[in-house]
DNA sequence: GTCTTTTTGATAGACCGTCTAACTAAAGAC
DNA sequence: GTCTTTAGTTAGACGGTCTATCAAAAAGAC
């Protein structure tokens, strides 16, 4: 049975609306609040009482233009609203972040992780106890959101990570009752993507593809103005696209698998291969602007196969835009140019010709941040998401 | 600035959700109807009184329930409410569907088309005419859809046909400009799906591909309830997506597209390479059914390059469903295995699992009847009130 | 300093939705 | 004939957005 479509449902719709613009222009005034909605003024001014009155926002002593006619009164988001938690959870180091409803930064903590799955939960939960103390006097939580690099199913069960063994845990459920705030628990790249949405290079942009590397390569798929999931909530697994046949073995038991190139381990196995140990990425890039040809050759490859992967996804979605995160930025700048001539030589024309192609900006708090982001769009959509029926 | 939403928008929803209920319950009751879209039953009796009103709905003589109560009054699409036509514009024929509000399909025409997309569009022009004379007495077309095998942009511009070298011809403003009724037109297997959609086989599946092979090999994805255009309008084109590196030259200017090995002119090129001259697809799979290994070798590469593309859609999109459509469902069932061979080689066991795997039951209609899904779909969502398109 | 102009923001009232609750209608059960 | 049950209608409550109007507050004209 799909959700009841009232006016309780509209008015949530437009609060979300006017929280989002004023998010993004903060000390916005209501005349500029209506004009960036294209809601009426009579409206933006009912939704600005409800979220005055609920606490939400502020007026604040903006800076004043100095302009003919009344002069408007600056809004924002009250800090004092409550706080968001965001992390990532990855089993050498566990990294969170709080920030206000609106997204602003307040406490980073980085603690060491847990190759067990139960564990790591156990000292992600100390960890954001501490992170929530140091963030604030009293301040409600109003989310979590935590991004991990597993398979995740859509009511946020670990369902499997083949490179850590971990696999069927009902993470979000355990997280939600040990912490008492509501728990948005997301694959990392997905968490990213949303990241990349609302806080970083794609804030206009409709279509997107997020890639990302770290221990696997992950892909995010913003489409439509909507993150997507796919059927099961595994959608993206960009890093298990098949870029050489019968190429390397993948812990997932395929063969020739995007990340058994391009992910950081990959890349150093593959450089050690050649008769280069390199200690991490840093260093293979480093050595490539050297001018160490072994090396140059191999991240060639690299983008040569990274360039396939995102030739399938442009052919296949037709993205305005394709954000390269995570690892992929360190090292981006050395491979473009063989991912752009993959790109010529396997996308097609029209679909290439309008791709955008940028590295992100938010480095690595990537995922905590999308954390961030999946907890804010949880607390403001919480009690029916109307957006989705009104998309249609 | 997007678009207002207020009552009348949820009244338009309304409308639509009953409508479909109706579409797809043929003298289903007002009750019925607030059973199956979770209406009021209050709300549902005023949409249907509107629907009524607007001669949109009819009471009929449906068959009555032998219940305790008050009998039920059966409803239904009204026959009379006006056409619907939908059409595959193809360069060597052209095909059209007319069928009532409801989709019942009342005339077929099938006409030659030409090369020249001028012309074709002209042909096209006459052929409704024919088609909407023999359907009717003065009914009015409440809308015209279109599936054309080219890259067709968001606002019905016909941007490239690479294999029939038609391009840049605003098509959409031609025709309705010509035949004085809303047209709506897209890439054809973006219409194919949407059929598939509203009347095959996906009727209740949020997320699937579709897969069809004509001239060339197309893609329709339907992701998230919405079918999914692209950035641009280009996305699922799949045929060009590359399977054999370095392999056989498209007509895109690329080599080793998927279109070059599974279409069906280049399975008969493959054919008569290896000695077997053979008129069609059709005969090709009767050789192979009748045990010519050779014809056998090759439908299975075919069913391989076919699973291998199908693999990047599983990986990336995760979809609960892939439909085979158009000439891919005729020798199906004899590269089958091969495809799924290619399915565990290459998709991620998680996303494989679930998968499944159709063809599609509307055969050489698929497009047409996506004609009239772009139609119905574009009727009933229209900006104005119902109220004032009837009026038109 | 005063008046006019301009813009912001609030508010009343029209209008249009859905939902609750009460009602009427029409059949079978007894 | 009366009761029970289900279908469908309708009045009224309630809550949205939108139009129109008004008060407030500043800059500019004089």
Excluded at 242 to 262: A, F, M, S
Excluded at 296 to 310: H, N, P, S, Y
Excluded at 329 to 336: G, I, T
Aim: hydrophobic share 45%; proline share 6%.
């Amino acid at each position: 049975m799909s959700p009841r479509v009232n006016s309780a449902a509209i008015r949530r719709l437009n609060v979300i609306r006017v929280f989002h613009a004023l998010r993004e222009n903060p000390n916005a005034s209501q005349a500029e609040l209506g004009r960036l909605t294209g809601l009426d003024k009579a409206t933006t001014s009912a939704v600005v009482t409800q979220l005055l009155d609920d606490g939400l926002v502020e007026r604040t002593e903006g800076p004043r233009a100095r302009r003919i006619g009344r002069p408007e009164t600056a809004l924002a988001i009250a800090p004092s609203a409550g706080l968001l938690v965001g992390a990532r959870l990855e089993p050498r180091t566990i990294r969170i972040v709080t920030t206000t409803l609106a997204g602003t930064v307040l406490e980073h903590v980085q603690i060491p992780g847990s190759t067990d799955i139960g564990t790591a939960a156990d000292l992600l939960h100390e960890g954001i106890d501490r992170a929530v103390a140091a963030s604030g006097e009293g301040l409600p939580v109003r989310g979590v959101g935590v991004g991990i690099p597993a398979l995740m199913d859509r009511e946020g069960r670990l369902v499997l990570a083949p490179n850590l063994g971990w696999r069927d845990t009902p993470i979000r459920a355990r997280l939600e009752a040990a912490l008492g705030a509501p728990v948005y628990i997301d694959n990392d790249t997905k968490a990213a993507a949303m990241a990349e949405r609302l806080f970083g290079v794609c804030r206009d942009v409709e279509d997107f593809v997020y890639l990302t590397g770290h221990s696997g390569v992950g892909g995010g798929l913003f489409l439509g103005g909507r993150l997507y999931r796919g059927a099961q909530g595994f959608a993206g697994e960009v890093g298990h696209v098949t870029v050489v046949p019968d190429g390397r073995p993948c812990g997932c038991g395929k063969r020739g698998c995007l990340e058994t190139y391009v992910s950081e381990s990959a890349i150093l196995a593959q450089a050690a291969e050649r008769g280069r140990d390199l200690p991490d990425l840093g260093a293979v890039t480093a050595a490539a602007r050297d001018g160490d040809a072994v090396v140059i050759a191999l991240l060639d490859e690299v983008g040569e196969r990274l360039g396939i992967a995102l030739s399938h996804m442009v052919n296949l979605m037709n993205p305005a835009l394709a954000v390269l995160g995570g690892n992929l930025s360190v090292a981006a700048d050395v491979f473009l140019p063989a991912l752009n001539r993959a790109l010529e030589r396997h996308a097609l024309e029209p679909l290439r010709r309008d791709l955008r192609l940028v590295v992100s900006p938010l480095g690595p708090d990537a995922v905590p941040m999308g954390g961030i982001a999946l907890a804010m769009e949880g607390f403001l959509s919480a009690p029916m998401p109307v957006e989705e029926l009104l998309r249609r």
